[in-house]
């Protein structure tokens, strides 16, 4: 219904043209009316949506350092903040993907710089199959613990024979190779990306 059929149904209950403008003007007041609640419920979801991302970044983060700590790799907090925050700006991947992601990887390697590396190539393989990055996170900390079943589903090119006579380095090597862009190779050159890697490597 158009704003000028809702204006004859209102102007209906007046006499004359008058009661037929001062109708139209109500209909254009109500349509700024409902236009201004719907944006302020829109702000007002953005707020919460808002809130609640940052919770859930603060509380990933909050485990991440509670994690290091429990694996005697408390030195390592501030420089891992530091690092995750870099690769974020080198490869566009923001850090509440890149925490969890590096949390699960920590865990299963209990070194940083084999988190990192590994973390790096999940990077490649979720770009480049289109995969979450959960996702082969988890594969990849499982394949290094010795279970290649997740790492096979993932459809990376990798059998199981492949797997297990190589290992879990050469499979690592191996999805580097396959998935590693040329934009993501000039990523990993970049600026903030070499130091980024230079934060866990020094100690």
């Known amino acids: 219904m158009s704003r000028q059929d809702v204006s004859v149904k209102i102007g209906a209950e007046f006499i004359g043209a008058k009661a037929f403008n001062a109708a139209d003007k109500a209909i254009q007041k109500l349509a700024k009316q409902a236009a201004a609640a719907f944006l302020g419920g829109s702000i007002l979801n953005f707020g919460k949506n808002s809130v609640k991302a940052f919770y859930e970044s603060e509380r990933a983060a909050t485990s991440l350092r509670q994690t290091l700590t429990n694996l005697g790799l408390a030195f390592d907090v501030s420089k891992t903040e530091n690092y995750i925050k870099s690769l974020s700006r080198a490869t566009g991947v923001l850090d509440d993907e890149l925490v969890p992601a590096y949390n699960r990887l920590i865990i299963a390697t209990k070194d940083s710089a084999k988190a990192q590396q590994i973390l790096s190539t999940a990077i490649d393989v979720s770009k480049g199959t289109g995969k979450d990055l959960e996702s082969v996170t988890s594969a990849l900390a499982k394949a290094y613990l010795g279970n290649t079943t997740a790492l096979q ?11 297990k006579a190589g290992g879990f380095d050469n499979a690592l090597q191996a999805l580097s190779n396959n998935f590693r862009s040329e934009e993501h190779t000039s990523e990993l050159q970049s600026p903030d990306h070499l130091v980024c890697r230079l934060l866990l490597e020094k100690k």
């Open 153 to 163: 589903k993932l459809g990376v090119g990798l059998s199981a024979n492949e797997l």
